[in-house]
């Protein structure tokens, strides 16, 4: 009896691990999928349909101007809080519960709204991969789209995100 009691907690402790190994495994972003837009493209992605940007809400009254690119420290600790806030966001809707972190693609902007930088995150998914141009330099702009797209700002002195908004469905 006492056997079958350790045996069930070892197997319940490496349950607990696994599933604490697989969350941190699906909030990985790949790095390969992230990518800096240059400075003369950074205000083209806030041009967005179906979804809050910077600039386009109001309380950004202030002006939004192109900033200095974000080094890669800051993108390395952007990105570890980005994933797990992903899949919160997906988890949230039952019907994107098969949508997984690591697929999405991200585009950063660096920008200055009333004197502070800020990063914008640009994301979408791997399926709506979008077939023109080059996503490394060029904006992608979809309307509609849900969860398959999503923006949210970094501020790299705070190291907190905000805004995080997916499209609008459909």
Known sequence: MKATRIVL???AFFAV??????????ATLDPSRGAVLPANAALAVLQQCSRDAPGHRPDHSQPVSAASLPTRAEIQELEARLGPLLIEGLGADPYSRNLVA???????????IAGRRIIYVNGFHRLD???RGDWRRDPVLVCDGGRYFFG???DPETRMLANFFFNGPG
């Open 152 to 154: 949210v700002e970094y």
């Open 129 to 131: 991969f979008p077939q």
């Open 102 to 112: 690591s697929d999405y693609f991200r585009q950063y902007a660096a920008l200055t």
């Open 17 to 26: 691990v696994t599933a604490q190994q697989q969350a941190r495994a699906a």
């Open 9 to 11: 907690a070892s197997v």
